[in-house]
């Protein structure tokens, strides 16, 4: 017997004084409430109700239960209330900067055909990573080393002018001889970096290519505002780090760099492995989102906090602890 259902009859029934009313209010036939009341007057042990010439009557003991089996299915009806709410409300997810919006948006549209629903916060690597440790935001696409990432992302120098060929470092090398048929001279040109690369695993490796490439130290460029680097690109001609899809967003010409080769690597990490488990199914929207592909798990080798898994795979990755919800975090 279900115990709310039960109480649920036995109020509706108690409430109009009649078994077919009250059976009629609870959309089910007479039998069935008939059935439901004999089974909780059972399973509580005495009569809740007696019949009279007009209808039904509670008796002592039906008097008594009546406050607590409303307050049950009370409680029962705030219970789904709550759950339709909670299945309603957003992931708040964090983002990197150069997520186009079109792309996002489709990646939306393809959760709300699943019955979920999202909440895109686009801010820096550094940002996303606090207000995922500072449950802003229930779930965060993480910037991670290439080869230990669920998708990787390209990278190579977008310029002003059209770039015939890939691009090395040592291109920008002042003390390089101009090479006739050259169409755009590259020596001595600077190379901009946006607040998505201002992370140690490309920032310092493109630091320590220059160096060895022998480039001064201004001609690496670590720009805290995007716009200011793309504005140097435009009026300065600096060379731009970024991916083919930023390029294009940008109505800028763009060749892969081959020396280093560089890629971002990024990872889906959340407070609660349910998240992780609701988001697994989407790996290729996020793909699209990022300018980037999946990774292959063959190439993949464990994250260094040893506490990612295969998002593929429909594992979770937390890498920062449970804790029991606070006033203010966010849904």
């Excluded at 279900?2 to 077919?20: I, K, P």
């Excluded at 439901?36 to 059972?42: D, N, P, Q, T, V």
């Excluded at 050259?182 to 001595?188: H, I, K, N, V």
């Excluded at 140097?232 to 892969?256: I, T």
Aim: hydrophobic share 40%; net charge neutral; aromatic share 2%.
């Amino acid at each position: 017997m279900d115990l709310v259902d039960a109480c649920r009859t036995f109020t509706a029934v108690s409430e109009l004084g009649s078994m077919s009313l009250g059976a009629a209010a609870d959309g089910i036939p007479q039998p069935v409430a008939s059935r439901r009341i004999a089974g909780l007057e059972k399973q509580l042990g005495a009569r809740l109700l007696e019949r009279t010439g007009r209808g039904v009557s509670l008796t002592p003991f039906g008097r008594d239960m009546l406050v607590p089996a409303t307050r049950l299915v009370e409680l029962a009806d705030e219970l789904l209330i709550g759950a339709d709410r909670a299945k309603l409300r957003p992931i708040s997810l964090a983002v990197p900067t150069s997520c186009s919006t079109r792309n996002l948006a489709v990646l939306a549209a393809s959760m709300r055909d699943r019955g979920l629903r999202v909440d895109f916060r686009s801010s820096p690597p550094g940002r996303r990573s606090d207000d995922l440790a500072g449950r802003r935001v229930r779930a965060s696409v993480q910037t991670v080393p290439a080869d230990e990432g669920t998708w990787i992302v390209a990278l190579g120098c977008a310029h002003r002018s059209p770039l015939t060929a890939p691009v090395r470092i040592a291109d920008l090398r002042r003390s390089r001889a101009r090479v006739p048929g050259d169409d755009l001279e590259l020596a001595g040109r600077r190379l901009r970096v946006m607040s998505e690369d201002n992370v140690p695993h490309i920032r310092d490796r493109v630091r320590r290519s220059a160096e060895t490439a022998g480039l001064l130290p201004y001609q690496v460029i670590v720009d805290t505002s995007d716009p200011d680097a793309v504005a140097a690109v435009l009026s300065d001609g600096d060379l731009l780090l970024c991916s083919e899809a930023e390029a294009a967003e940008l109505d800028l010409p763009w060749a892969p760099l081959i020396d280093p080769t560089i890629s971002r690597g990024y990872e889906l990490a959340a407070a609660a492995d349910e998240d992780i488990m609701l988001l697994a199914d989407f790996t290729e929207e996020v793909a699209d989102c990022l300018g980037g592909s999946v990774a292959s798990e063959a190439n993949r080798r464990p994250s260094r906090s040893g506490r990612r898994r295969s998002l593929s795979s429909g594992a979770a990755s937390a890498p920062v602890p449970r804790t029991t919800r606070s006033r203010g975090e966010a849904p």
